[in-house]
């Protein structure tokens, strides 16, 4: 059984940063893409990053780009999200997810495109 278990979400202040963690089992870690998305309330899961099955290859969104960084360690089997200069816009849930397929970036933007995801993170910045 495939699991996905976030942590490390919280209540931050703009300008603050936070580490968000996910810790995957069940599945042979590096054969997947690895996916960061965010829901805030009453709008749609929208992609945040992702990185390649070795770590070469990340992409972001354009509204995190030079503040998030995503990172994977393979031997540990987790996926982490550095999250710094955080804003009130970044409030939200925070999902990790897999992805067996191929890396492009068209690909991995896109919730449909992931097999798994964990159950969520709430991350919360105050003005």
């Known amino acids: 059984q495939v699991q996905l278990v976030e942590s490390g979400g919280g209540l931050v202040q703009a300008g603050d940063s936070l580490r968000l963690s996910c810790a995957a089992s069940?599945?042979?870690?590096?054969?997947?893409?690895m996916g960061w998305f965010r829901q805030a309330p009453g709008k749609e899961r929208e992609f945040v990053a992702a990185?390649?099955?070795?770590?070469?290859?990340?992409f972001y969104a354009d509204s995190v780009k030079g503040r998030f960084t995503i990172s994977r360690d393979n031997g540990k089997n987790t996926v982490s999200l550095q999250m710094n200069s955080l804003k009130p816009e970044d409030t939200a849930v925070y999902y990790c997810?897999?992805?067996?397929?191929?890396?492009?970036?068209?690909?991995?933007?896109?919730?449909?495109?992931?097999?798994?995801w964990g159950q969520g993170s709430q991350v919360t910045v105050s003005s």
């Open positions: 069940g599945l042979t870690f590096s054969d997947y893409v």
């Open positions: 997810a897999a992805r067996s397929g191929a890396w492009h970036n068209f690909l991995v933007v896109a919730t449909t495109n992931y097999d798994y």
């Open positions: 990185i390649s099955w070795s770590g070469a290859n990340t």
